[in-house]
């Protein structure tokens, strides 16, 4: 159930990237002005509230702030299909972001006490196969239904489909019996906790600069193909949905699976195995996008990357749950969040989209293209700053 919970997470969020042709012709949209709509708007409640709606599930009941959270992001999901301008669809998903503030870190820390650390990392990859497994669907489902209906259709289905399984979800996901633990600190105890870890700043800071990317793409790669590869619109969904979903489910379960084959003997590996990932990320990206007269070709290079680009999750998220005492899991994980949203969320759409504007007098259709090209860089940052973290993360892990 969290799985499916998660999968409605994603597929929420990259609905917008295959709808972003029709919604930018039926709204008047530039680049720039629909980047910010796809992450800006997402990332300014979504960071910040993250945090005390965590803090609120370690006091009270995670499976009861997942449901709630549920019901509130597919309402305004619901709701972006009657946007009549871009100032509406601006303030809708800016109601998402603060639905989905409560979904993930509370889920984060519900695995982790439900599975030994053994198992841990590839729990928590099965629960974040609900990435690839959201933006396939939400690439696929949004395109065929955009295709016979039109976009705003598309909305209605998914955000109403979320609000059915909200109370499904609480029915069946309960709460693991806590044990005996040190009272509730206050909210302001958790974070300067974390904040006096350096892994903690070198991890979230590397995660950021991965998402920053990460969603970039996420976002821009259909109009990529449209503009670049000359596909249409279901084309474009089948193209870019098999892709996430191949690559990113052997890369988010693959991650999760070494981190709990090497981590044990060296907690290094859950920051080494990032590192890896994200330096061969950058050029096979590169290879793939480059590749405009052979889309096969093109297919089969940036499965690589799309496999690579999120191997993190099992590990870094094991790893971030660790730096602090179980009662404070959720919080600490929503402060990871904060930041990795903040950065990548924030600052990744709307850089791509700033970008692509900026170069379309000089490259044209392939303006977008380029831009995306230009941000892997971000890739080599974030590989850097997770080597950084591997020494740090063996003194700061909470046994």
């Known amino acids: 159930m969290l799985l499916i919970v998660y999968t409605f997470n994603y597929l929420d969020r990259q609905i917008l990237g295959i709808l972003a042709p029709a919604i930018k012709a039926d709204l008047h949209l530039t680049d720039a002005e629909f980047g910010a709509v796809g992450g800006l708007a997402f990332a300014m409640l979504y960071s910040v509230l993250g945090v ?62 439900y599975f030994p650390l053994a198992s841990r990392a590839r729990a928590l990859a099965i629960y974040s196969l609900g990435i690839p497994i959201g933006l396939a669907a939400g690439t696929l489902l949004g395109a065929y239904i ?138 096979t990206f590169a290879a793939g996008m480059l590749l405009v007269g052979s889309p096969a070709l093109a297919w089969v290079l940036l499965l690589v990357p799309n496999a690579l680009n999120i191997l993190w999750l099992g590990p870094v998220i094991t790893a971030v749950q660790h730096l602090v005492p179980a009662h404070m899991r959720a919080t600490a994980a929503a402060s990871f969040l904060l930041i990795n949203n903040l950065i990548g969320l924030g600052v990744g759409p709307w850089l791509m989209g700033r970008l692509s504007d900026a170069l379309t007098a000089s490259q044209g259709a392939d303006a977008l293209r380029t831009a995306a090209i230009l941000c892997l860089g971000f890739y080599l940052i974030a590989a850097v700053l997770m080597l950084l973290a591997v020494k740090p993360l063996r003194r700061d892990w909470a046994a």
């Open 52 to 113: 005390p709606l965590a803090y609120l599930a370690d006091r009270t009941s995670r499976s009861w702030v997942i449901t709630a959270s549920l019901a509130v992001w597919s309402g305004f999901t619901a709701l972006c299909g009657t946007a009549m301008g871009v100032g509406q669809l601006f303030l809708y998903r800016l109601g998402v972001g603060v639905g989905e503030a409560g979904g993930v870190a509370p889920s984060y820390a519900l695995i982790t006490d």
């Open 146 to 283: 955009a295709a016979e209906v039109e976009w705003r259709t598309a909305f209605y289905v998914v955000g109403l489909a979320g609000i059915v399984i909200a109370p499904i979800f609480r029915l069946i996901v309960r709460d693991v019996p806590r044990r005996a633990e040190p009272a509730a600190v206050p909210l302001a105890t958790v974070f300067p906790l974390l904040a006096s870890k350096p892994t903690f700043w070198l991890m979230a800071v590397a995660a950021g600069c991965s998402s920053l990317t990460g969603y970039g793409l996420a976002l821009w790669t259909p109009s990529v193909l449209v503009r670049s590869f000359r596909f249409d619109l279901v084309t474009t969904g089948q193209f870019m949905g098999s892709l996430v979903l191949v690559g990113g489910t052997i890369g988010v379960f693959g991650g999760g699976w070494l981190a709990d084959r090497l981590g044990p003997a060296d907690r290094g590996w859950y920051a080494r195995l990032p590192a890896i990932a994200w330096a061969v990320t950058a050029p």
